[in-house]
C-alpha cells in the first residue's frame, strides 16, 4: 500500500513538473512568434520635476501585445525571456523604439524628453553591449544625452571592475545612466561613491509605507541625504497619494514617478499628456492637474 501512495505521489508529482514545462515551452513559443511580429508596444510613464512639475523625462515600459491574453506586463514574460535568451531581440527592439517615438515627439512639436530604457543584466555585460548601443543612436537619431539607462544594483554587483568601465564608456557617450530598484539590494555607501552615475531610483516597496512606517521613512530620508552628499539626484517611484508626495517634498526628492500623477501609457495618450495645443486633451491627463 506504501508502495502504491508512493507511486501515486511520484506521478503527481512529475505531472506538475511537466505541466510547468510545457505551459513554460507554450509561453516561449508565443514569446518567439511575438519576437518575429513585433507584437511589443512601449507604455510611457511621466517623471515629474519635485519643485516645478514639469515633466523631466518618461521611462519606456514594454508590455506584450498578446493575441489572446492582451496585454501582458513585463513580469510575466522578462524573467523568462532572460532565461532563454529571447531577451537579446526584445531589448534591441525596446531600445531602437524608445528613441524613435522620442524623435517622433519632438518633431511634432511636443518636446524633447529624455526617456529611460531598463537594462537586463544580460544585456549590459554583452561583449557588444555598447557599440550596439551606438548603433540604436545613430539609427534613431536620438541624442546621447536624452537616453539614460536604468540598471539594477545586482549587475553593477556582479562584476564590478568591467561595470564600472562600462559606465565610464557611457558617461563619455553622454548617455545618462541611474540605479534601479535602489535599496533592495546590497547597496552600501563605498561602492554608490565609484560609480560615474547620475541618479538613483528609490524602490517603491519604501515609498508605499513612506508615511506610517518609522523606519521606511528614515530609510528614505537617509537614502536622499545620503545621494545628495554623493552629488546624485534621486527618483521615487511608485508614489501613490499626496501623503508620500509630501514625505518625499519635504525631504529634498528630487523626481517624482508613480500613479498618483500618472500611469504608464501608450505614446498617443502621452500626447494628450504632454499636452500640446495641436493635440485636443483627454480631460484626464490635463497637465494643469497634477501638481493640485
Ligand atoms: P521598474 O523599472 O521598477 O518599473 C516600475 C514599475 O512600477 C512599472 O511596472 C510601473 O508600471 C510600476 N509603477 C509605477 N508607478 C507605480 C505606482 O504608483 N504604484 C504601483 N503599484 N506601481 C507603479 P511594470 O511596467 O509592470 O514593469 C515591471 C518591471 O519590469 C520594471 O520595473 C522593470 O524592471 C521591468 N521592465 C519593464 N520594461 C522593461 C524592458 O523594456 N526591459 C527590461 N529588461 N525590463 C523591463
Ligand atoms: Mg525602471
Ligand atoms: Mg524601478
Ligand atoms: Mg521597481
Given at each position: 500500500r506504501a508502495k502504491q501512495k508512493g507511486r501515486n505521489a511520484w506521478e503527481c508529482f512529475t505531472s506538475d513538473i511537466n505541466d510547468e514545462v510545457s505551459a513554460r515551452m507554450a509561453l516561449r513559443n508565443d514569446l518567439q512568434e511575438a519576437i518575429e511580429a513585433e507584437n511589443f508596444e512601449l507604455h510611457y510613464q511621466p517623471l515629474l520635476d519635485a519643485h516645478s512639475g514639469d515633466v523631466v523625462g518618461v521611462e519606456a515600459l514594454v508590455r506584450w501585445k498578446h493575441p489572446v491574453k492582451g496585454y501582458l506586463s513585463p513580469g510575466l514574460f522578462i524573467p523568462l525571456a532572460e532565461d532563454t535568451g529571447q531577451i537579446g531581440p526584445i531589448s534591441e527592439w525596446v531600445l531602437r523604439q524608445a528613441c524613435r517615438d522620442m524623435c517622433r515627439l519632438a518633431a511634432e512639436g511636443y518636446g524633447q524628453y529624455r526617456v529611460s530604457v531598463n537594462l537586463s543584466p544580460l544585456q549590459f555585460r554583452r561583449p557588444n553591449f555598447l557599440s550596439n548601443l551606438q548603433q540604436a543612436l545613430l539609427e534613431t537619431?536620438?541624442?546621447?544625452?536624452?537616453l539614460e539607462l536604468e540598471l539594477t544594483e545586482g549587475i553593477l554587483m556582479a562584476d564590478s571592475a568591467a561595470a564600472v568601465e562600462t559606465l565610464h564608456r557611457l558617461r563619455d557617450m553622454g548617455v545618462e545612466v541611474s540605479i534601479d530598484?535602489?535599496?533592495?539590494?546590497?547597496?552600501?555607501l563605498s561602492y554608490l561613491k565609484q560609480l560615474p552615475i547620475g541618479k538613483i531610483k528609490i524602490d517603491r516597496s519604501f515609498v508605499r509605507d513612506i508615511a506610517t512606517s518609522r523606519h521606511d521613512g528614515a530609510i528614505v530620508q537617509g537614502i536622499i541625504s545620503m545621494a545628495h552628499h554623493l552629488g546624485l539626484a534621486v527618483v521615487a517611484e511608485g508614489i501613490e497619494d499626496a501623503e508620500q508626495r509630501d514625505f518625499l517634498a519635504a525631504h529634498g526628492c528630487d523626481v517624482f514617478q508613480g500613479f498618483f500623477f500618472?500611469?504608464?501609457?501608450?505614446l498617443q495618450k502621452l500626447r494628450a499628456y504632454l499636452g500640446q495645443p495641436t493635440v485636443t486633451s483627454e480631460g484626464d491627463a490635463l497637465p494643469a492637474s497634477r501638481f493640485s
Open positions: 537619431g536620438l541624442a546621447p544625452e536624452y530598484d535602489f535599496g533592495t539590494g546590497f547597496s552600501s500618472a500611469r504608464p501609457m501608450p
